[in-house]
């Protein structure tokens, strides 16, 4: 070969070499351009927040602040904010991440308007925490599609009008915070067929009324608070001493009306927080727990001796206080 055609040839096989071989800047970069450009769209809808400030068009958006990508295809499985200055409306963009598995805004005081119609179409969503923001109207319906969901948060935010029956037939929930809101209406029926084992459920503080549908004694709820709403009537089926992993029940500050003498305590209950309502009977030799952390039965209609042992000394009077007749340690009445 002669000299300038070799210099040729090998001057290509550079060109071709150089042109095939991934460029390293863009290879770096897991992020998908149509997730990026999406998020992209989410900052500029929150008013280009501090929070996202390193949300910067020439990084991987898999480094973001705030944003997770799935191990082996990148997309984006996750997005959050903590703390931050998050503002307006949550952008309709956010239903563009079909893969999205978590999406978690907390502490944002500035983030105002409903729950966007938009996110029903994110099936593969596990879990949806909207906590300590402005969000105002309805809990959607849809959210009772969304199979996935194994946890669903939604506290501490302007939230009015009824609870979907719908979110009780989700097959993987385990666990279901809408408490501090403004709810109003019954707790739904479909409560109680709940699937998931070891189940949280914080409705307190909103204004639900009604009675607490008898549908709930079938379903064991390791943590339930029911506290500071409405409600009224039976609370009894929620104990039963069937029960191995109910731990704490907070029904305080309702109106529930029910004989207490018979009721049987689970032995794993640690916390019970009956106060302000209008419980009646006596207090059951049984509920003596040796490990109750919390006990207060004050401001009901409770009559006769605390019983002796466990940890029911332990609390003082102010657990037994304002109610009608009860009498024995701690509290100073004396037992005929
Ligand atoms: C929310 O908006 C108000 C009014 O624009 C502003 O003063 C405040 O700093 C914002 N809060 C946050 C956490 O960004
Ligand atoms: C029991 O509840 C009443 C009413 O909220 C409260 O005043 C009291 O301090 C509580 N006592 C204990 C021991 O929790």
Request: hydrophobic share 35%; with cysteine.
């Amino acid at each position: 070969m002669e000299a300038p055609k070799l210099v040729s040839t090998l001057f290509l096989t550079i060109i071709i070499f150089v042109s095939t071989c991934p460029n390293p800047f863009l290879s770096a970069q897991l992020c998908h351009p149509k997730d990026k450009n999406v998020l992209l769209q989410i900052k500029k809808a929150f008013k280009d927040p501090y929070t996202y400030a390193s949300w910067d068009t020439s990084s991987d958006c898999c480094d973001w602040y705030g944003v997770e990508c799935h191990e082996k295809t990148h997309q984006v499985i996750s997005l959050s904010a903590n703390n931050g200055d998050l503002s307006g409306p949550i952008p309709p963009q956010v239903a563009e991440l079909p893969y999205l598995q978590y999406l978690d805004f907390h502490k944002q005081p500035n983030i105002t308007g409903p729950i966007p119609t938009a996110i029903a179409k994110l099936k593969n969503l596990k879990s949806l925490s909207i906590t300590w923001t402005k969000i105002t109207g309805p809990i959607p319906d849809f959210l009772g599609q969304l199979k996935n969901l194994d946890f669903i948060a939604l506290s501490y935010n302007s939230l009015t009008g009824p609870i979907p029956s719908s979110i009780g037939l989700l097959p993987k929930l385990t666990g279901l915070r809408l408490d501090r809101n403004k709810l109003t209406g019954p707790i739904p029926d479909t409560f109680g067929q709940f699937k998931g084992n070891d189940f949280y459920l914080y409705l307190s503080h909103n204004q639900l009324s009604g009675k607490i549908p008898v549908s709930l004694g079938n379903k064991e709820f390791t943590y339930v608070d029911l506290s500071r709403n409405k409600l009224e009537g039976d609370a009894s089926f929620l104990f039963g001493s069937g029960k191995t992993t109910v731990q704490h029940v907070d029904l305080s500050r309702n109106l529930l009306e029910f004989d207490l003498s018979k009721v049987e305590f689970p032995k794993s209950l640690i916390f019970l927080d009956l106060n302000h309502n209008k419980i009646s009977g006596t207090i059951p030799a049984g509920l003596t727990v040796p490990e109750f952390q919390q006990f207060n039965v004050s401001y009901n209609r409770l009559c006769g001796k605390i019983p002796v042992g466990g940890s029911l000394q332990k609390f003082d009077y102010s657990a037994y206080f304002h109610n009608l007749c009860l009498c024995g340690a701690p509290l100073d009445q004396k037992c005929k």
